[in-house]
């Protein structure tokens, strides 16, 4: 029992539900719906429901493998930053978790191969094989790195949303001009939230880099806050929470034509006001405890953003 407690805690299995939830409504809430409207008749030939299932599973195995290598290269940073949370080594054997990693991986490229084939698209299999050699450079050369590592993890975030407009693609978009409205409209929501996932997903890992200082610096990481200091790394996470505040705040406007008053409402308290409290926390951030506390608090927003899914 308490090797598959490990395990979970390994594939860090909340953030998987994460990933779930985002694919989930992103697919059940604006993608169907968008088709359904516009009363597509051969819905079924493209992401039906069975192939939605196995893209979020493959999806679901490849992150999953990315954090195992991810704590397989870390191994000695960790034991400096959070020895308490450890598992490779002082539960599953460090060769485990590299043979974990590939199992993963393979399945999931798998699972993405046949999802490719079946629905004739080439760039579901091969952002499959690049998210997974992503995952594996991030963990043994990028993570290290000033910045790279920090845009790579959050494009991957951003692409959980991005991966299911691109399955929707066929040569005939451009012949069937409905096709075309309605993939246009599931365009404008997927960079929406996949911007908001990019740029809150940027300044979470820039405050966890603040706080994994003491680990990173040991092992000759050269990361923000170690290479910049604390606070160049504040104010470049605060750059960003601004930009993303006040580009919530201009949809809020837009949205309101359209009478959207629980979105508006839910935006505004959940999603606009929590970033503001993170934006002076930020700022009267001190001690690692502050940092950690502001990276979990950063986290429940990513989650309130991506429930906002429900009010479209």
Same mark, same amino acid.
Not at 145 to 167: A, D, E, P
Not at 295 to 304: C, E, L, Q, Y
């Given at each position: 029992? #308490? =090797?598959? /407690?490990?395990?979970?805690?390994?594939? *860090? $299995? @909340?953030?998987?539900?994460?990933? &779930? %939830?985002?694919?989930?409504?992103?697919?059940?809430?604006?993608?169907?719906?968008?088709?359904?409207?516009?009363?597509?008749?051969?819905?079924?030939?493209?992401?039906?429901?069975?192939?939605?299932?196995?893209?979020?599973?493959?999806?679901?195995?490849?992150?999953?493998?990315?954090?195992?290598?991810?704590?397989?290269?870390?191994?000695?940073?960790?034991?400096?930053?959070?020895?308490? #949370? =450890?598992? /490779?080594?002082?539960?599953?054997?460090? *060769? $485990? @978790?590299?043979?974990?990693?590939? &199992? %993963?991986?393979?399945?999931?490229?798998?699972?993405?191969?046949?999802?490719?084939?079946?629905?004739?698209?080439?760039?579901?299999?091969?952002?499959?094989?690049?998210?997974?050699?992503?995952?594996?450079?991030?963990?043994?050369?990028?993570?290290?790195?000033?910045?790279?590592?920090?845009?790579?993890?959050?494009?991957?975030?951003?692409?959980?949303?991005?991966?299911?407009?691109?399955?929707?693609?066929?040569?005939?978009?451009?012949?069937?001009?409905?096709?075309?409205?309605?993939?246009?409209? &599931?365009?404008?929501?997927?960079?929406?939230?996949?911007?908001?996932?990019?740029?809150?997903?940027?300044?979470?890992?820039?405050?966890?880099?603040?706080?994994?200082?003491?680990?990173?610096?040991?092992?000759?990481?050269?990361?923000?806050?170690?290479?910049?200091?604390?606070?160049?790394?504040?104010?470049?996470?605060?750059?960003?929470?601004?930009?993303?505040?006040?580009?919530?705040?201009?949809?809020?406007?837009?949205?309101?034509?359209?009478?959207?008053?629980?979105?508006?409402?839910?935006?505004?308290?959940?999603?606009?006001?929590?970033?503001?409290?993170?934006?002076?926390?930020?700022?009267?951030?001190?001690?690692?405890?502050?940092?950690?506390?502001?990276?979990?608090?950063?986290?429940?927003?990513?989650?309130?953003?991506?429930?906002?899914?429900?009010?479209?």
């Amino acid at each position: 029992m #308490k =090797l598959i /407690v490990a395990f979970f805690r390994l594939i *860090r $299995w @909340t953030n998987l539900i994460f990933i &779930i %939830l985002t694919q989930f409504l992103f697919y059940f809430f604006l993608m169907i719906p968008a088709f359904n409207e516009e009363k597509i008749i051969n819905y079924k030939n493209v992401l039906t429901p069975f192939y939605f299932y196995l893209l979020c599973l493959s999806s679901v195995l490849i992150a999953a493998a990315g954090y195992i290598i991810n704590d397989y290269f870390d191994l000695n940073i960790d034991r400096v930053n959070k020895p308490e #949370k =450890l598992v /490779v080594e002082k539960i599953i054997k460090r *060769r $485990w @978790t590299i043979v974990w990693h590939w &199992i %993963l991986s393979g399945l999931g490229i798998i699972i993405g191969a046949y999802i490719s084939w079946k629905l004739h698209n080439l760039i579901i299999i091969l952002s499959h094989i690049g998210c997974t050699f992503l995952l594996w450079v991030y963990s043994t050369t990028f993570k290290r790195k000033i910045l790279i590592g920090n845009i790579i993890v959050s494009l991957l975030t951003s692409w959980t949303v991005m991966v299911l407009y691109f399955c929707e693609f066929r040569r005939t978009i451009f012949l069937d001009p409905v096709y075309h409205h309605v993939l246009a409209r &599931i365009f404008k929501f997927a960079i929406l939230y996949a911007g908001f996932a990019f740029i809150i997903s940027l300044v979470r890992e820039v405050v966890k880099d603040i706080e994994d200082m003491e680990g990173d610096a040991a092992y000759d990481c050269r990361t923000m806050p170690i290479v910049w200091g604390i606070n160049v790394s504040k104010v470049f996470a605060a750059t960003w929470l601004i930009v993303l505040i006040a580009s919530l705040v201009v949809i809020e406007f837009y949205v309101l034509q359209y009478s959207w008053w629980w979105a508006v409402v839910y935006c505004g308290v959940f999603i606009i006001l929590p970033l503001l409290l993170v934006l002076r926390n930020l700022y009267r951030a001190s001690s690692v405890k502050d940092y950690h506390q502001l990276s979990n608090f950063i986290k429940a927003i990513m989650i309130s953003g991506v429930l906002s899914m429900l009010f479209f």
